[in-house]
């Protein structure tokens, strides 16, 4: 018999998305881009089973919230936004783990890009 590991790994890769971020004149006026990457943890022992959206955790639905949230605010700080994205993830109960990192590129003259990554972990209860 297969013991199945029911936790299941979802990851958002190249998000691209466009935003306000930063502290500098040009860059609180003039969106840039950034690249989220996200990983999130959760329970599929039902979607395992099951051909049902509701059985499962809806990546759909966190993207739009995410891509919603972002597009619509105006960041000081690149971690700022990294944790509060990280906080609209963790909103949802069937979130085990979360890990968001958001490049920013070009923020450096010699660099592809910047990071922040936070995660975090709901505690069992």
């Known amino acids: 018999m297969i013991h ?3 936790e299941a790994c979802i990851r958002i890769k190249d998000l691209r998305l466009r ?3 930063g ?6 006026k003039n969106k840039q881009d950034i690249l989220l990457n996200i990983t999130i943890r959760f329970d599929a022992s039902d979607a395992i089973h ?6 499962t955790l809806n990546y759909r639905v966190i993207t739009k ?5 972002v597009e619509d605010n105006q960041f000081l700080l690149l971690e700022r ?5 990280l906080a609209l993830i963790m909103e949802h109960k069937e979130v085990h783990f979360a890990e968001v990192e958001i490049d920013k590129p070009h923020a450096l003259r010699f660099a592809e890009s910047v990071s922040i990554s ?3 972990t709901r505690q069992a209860q």
Do not use: C, G, P, R
């Not at 502290?23 to 609180?28: L, R, Y």
């Not at 099951?50 to 059985?55: L, P, Q, V």
């Not at 919230?65 to 949230?69: K, L, Y």
């Open 4 to 6: 199945e590991n029911t």
């Open 19 to 21: 935003t306000y971020v």
């Open 23 to 28: 502290i500098k004149e040009e860059e609180i």
């Open 50 to 55: 099951s051909t049902e959206i509701e059985d």
């Open 65 to 69: 919230q995410i891509i919603a949230f």
């Open 81 to 85: 936004m990294t944790h509060e994205v």
């Open 118 to 120: 936070l995660s975090a």
